[in-house]
T-cell receptor
């Protein structure tokens, strides 16, 4: 059975303090790994899709990387507006395009 | 681009009544649409997958007769919660897949059953 585990559950950073969020996964044939940002009471906002080990993608202060077992979301010099829950999801090749989500990492960036 | 809307954003209904939630892809045609539910402090759980013109595929444990899904066009899917009960209170979120593998999510609908 496909599994997605995110750590830590919660992370508190000071503004400017860089860190990484982890997403470990087991899946029978990975089609893609997705990162989303979710603000309270809102739907997830698409950030990245990674398809193969070694792939990296960047967007502003965020950088996502992928290995055969895990993905990292690196946050460089975060700002308070980066506070949100970050969700990782995997899409298996035989999933019919459905996403299997982890429980998320709740990030709080304080001034 | 890739904007998905949901209506209503919030709804309160009485136990035993039915509620319809609409999901629209505004600037693309969605090959597939998905419905998720999310309980407080928990992640998204897939309820069903629907393709335009076809019957929805429901996840194990999701009652087909309770959660009716209609995908009438490439830009519209609806979820009807029939005979709603307080335990159906949740945050319902739809997503749409334009092509390839990405999914774009709507803003969600908060359902409260009293």
């Amino acid at each position: 059975e496909d599994q997605v585990t995110q750590s830590p559950e919660a992370l508190r950073l000071q503004e400017g303090e860089s860190s990484s969020l982890n997403c470990s996964y087991t899946v029978s044939g990975l089609r893609g790994l997705f990162w989303y940002r979710q603000d309270p009471g809102k739907g997830p906002e698409f950030l990245f899709t990674l398809y193969s080990a070694g792939e990296e993608k960047e967007k502003e202060r965020l950088k996502a990387t992928l290995t055969k077992k895990e993905s990292f979301l690196h946050i460089t010099a975060p700002k308070p507006e980066d506070s949100a829950t970050y969700l990782c999801a995997v899409q298996a090749q035989d999933s019919g395009y459905a996403l299997n989500f982890g429980k998320g990492t709740s990030l709080l960036v304080t001034p | 681009g890739a904007v998905v809307s949901q209506h209503p954003s919030r709804v309160i209904c009485k136990s035993g009544t039915s509620v319809k939630i609409e999901c629209r892809s505004l600037d693309f045609q969605a090959t597939t649409m998905f419905w998720y539910r999310q309980f407080p402090k928990q992640s998204l759980m897939l309820m069903a997958t629907s393709n335009e013109g076809s019957k929805a595929t429901y996840e194990q444990g999701v009652e087909k007769d309770k959660f009716l899904i209609n995908h009438a066009s490439l830009t519209l899917s609806t979820l009807t919660v029939t005979s709603a009960h307080p335990e159906d209170s949740s945050f319902y979120i739809c997503s749409a897949r334009p092509e390839f593998y990405e999914q774009y999510f709507g803003p969600g609908t908060r359902l409260t059953v009293t």
